[in-house]
């Protein structure tokens, strides 16, 4: 599946093996470093959203992240960063589906709610629209810049347990692991690790001497479509190990609006759309610190 992104990768790639490529005028001094914090908000895009494209946008989904990084610069355009990030998903059935929509009467008729927590690690390449050759103190007070590179993230789809016949094993109003219960009646369990290929672009502000504020949206194109817990096809009751997996992988709760059909929930009927994998979006502001990179070892004044 790699190799749609391959353009992607190679851009990367190139950008990550030429930082000598202006290496002629620019110093040490010139190569400083940033530490800094991100404010995020996440927005995920999956089977369980308005549409199953990466376009379908719901700003009621949306949720806060935070994120660390630090940033070191390698010539007049291209900086390499590393950046550790927390963050939720969300979605719901209830929201995503109106029960006056006739094509959103299954998702309506389904149900289903997820939230997720990510822990992400990524290293992107970032490369500045407009060359800057000085040093910290001489950068420019408004950059463009686009960025791309590979992340590692670890997640857990939790769904609240409400609404339907509640087994007595759960309670109401309660979150519970859905990876564990394979609801969609899985021989071994997805896999909670996975990569992904975040890009995207933004600005950067000069605000004083040793901080710069910034602007970014990135995605995340991730090869799972797992981050709802759902993918592929109902399964038999039967083959479900528990009453919660019954619950979370069977569970049609609709007392009001469209009339459901007699097949909906049957074994081997469509759940989610596994051609589709699930992408998720950061958009951050972030503050920056400036740590000035000394020449020939000299201290920082």
Not at 67 to 87: D, E, F, K
Not at 167 to 177: C, D, I, M
Not at 204 to 218: A, M, V
Request: charge should be positive.
């Amino acid at each position: 599946m790699l190799y749609r992104y391959a353009p992607l990768l190679a851009l990367l790639a190139f950008s990550l093996s030429c930082p000598h490529v202006h290496a002629q005028n620019f110093s040490k001094r010139n190569r400083y470093r940033t530490a800094g914090v991100s404010l995020n908000a996440l927005s995920y895009f999956g089977d369980i959203s308005p549409r199953v494209r990466a376009s379908s946008f719901r700003a009621g989904a949306t949720r806060p992240g935070l994120s660390v990084h630090a940033t070191q610069r390698l010539n007049p355009r291209l900086s390499l960063r590393a950046a550790l990030s927390y963050g939720r998903l969300t979605g719901q059935d209830a929201q995503a589906g109106r029960d006056h929509d006739a094509s959103a009467q299954i998702r309506y008729q389904r149900n289903l709610n997820f939230r997720n927590d990510l822990v992400e690690l990524a290293a992107t390449g970032v490369f500045d629209l407009v060359e800057n050759r000085g040093d910290y103190l001489r950068r420019l007070s408004f950059v463009p810049f686009v960025f791309a590179g590979v992340a590692v993230f670890h997640h857990s789809p939790q769904g609240l347990v409400g609404g339907g016949t509640i087994p007595a094993e759960l309670r109401a109003g309660e979150y519970v692991a859905l990876q564990p219960l394979r609801t969609e009646g899985q021989a071994t369990g997805y896999r909670r690790t996975q990569v992904a290929l975040p890009f995207g672009g933004g600005v950067r502000y000069r605000l004083t001497k040793d901080l710069d504020l910034s602007l970014e949206i990135g995605w995340r194109k991730t090869f799972t479509d797992y981050l709802d817990d759902v993918s592929r096809t109902y399964a038999d009751g039967a083959k479900l190990t528990s009453p919660a997996a019954r619950y979370f992988g069977r569970n049609v709760t609709r007392t009001t609006g469209p009339t459901e059909a007699a097949s909906f929930a049957a074994p081997g009927q469509l759940r989610g759309h596994h051609r589709h994998d699930d992408w998720y979006l950061v958009t951050g502001v972030s503050v920056h610190y400036l740590l000035p990179q000394p020449a020939n070892g000299s201290k920082f004044r």
